[in-house]
């Protein structure tokens, strides 16, 4: 599974480059557990950063569509408008925009300026490409 993979990679990433490993057990729930087996109860998704965090891939984790992980989401309660953002950020990337609820797309406050930014974001990365370090 790519999260596995993913936590390995971290870990190593995270260690050669001398972070402190007071400052990586701060991850652990992501990087040495198996956050999807957690409990619900156990999700934390208030305002502090590294809990939405957690929240978000455990949305991820435990759904399989946007749909359902958007819910998932905002339905732990506290700080649901950040945790249902970062998770549905997450989710688009991971599931496509194809896949997201199209009555959730037609009630968007200012969709037709959210578009237009997405494209000259497109169109400046087409043309002025940074390859990722």
């Known amino acids: 599974m790519i999260y596995k993979n993913l936590q390995t990679e971290i870990i190593n990433y995270l260690i050669s480059i001398s972070i402190n490993p007071k400052e990586i057990a701060l991850f652990d729930h992501l990087l040495k557990g198996n956050i999807h087996e957690l409990p619900e109860n156990e999700i934390s998704s208030s305002e502090y950063v590294l809990h939405t ?22 339905n732990l309660g506290e700080d649901t408008d950040t945790t249902g953002a970062v998770t549905g950020g997450l989710a688009g990337l991971l599931y496509g925009f194809e896949n997201i609820p199209q009555h959730w797309i037609k009630q968007l406050a200012r969709k037709d ?21």
Do not use: G, M
């Open 53 to 74: 965090l957690e929240a978000s891939i455990w949305c991820l984790l435990t759904t399989d569509n946007y749909k359902e992980s958007v819910l998932k989401a905002v």
């Open 113 to 133: 300026d959210i578009v237009d930014l997405a494209k000259r974001v497109v169109t400046f990365l087409q043309h002025y490409p940074h390859p990722v370090q």
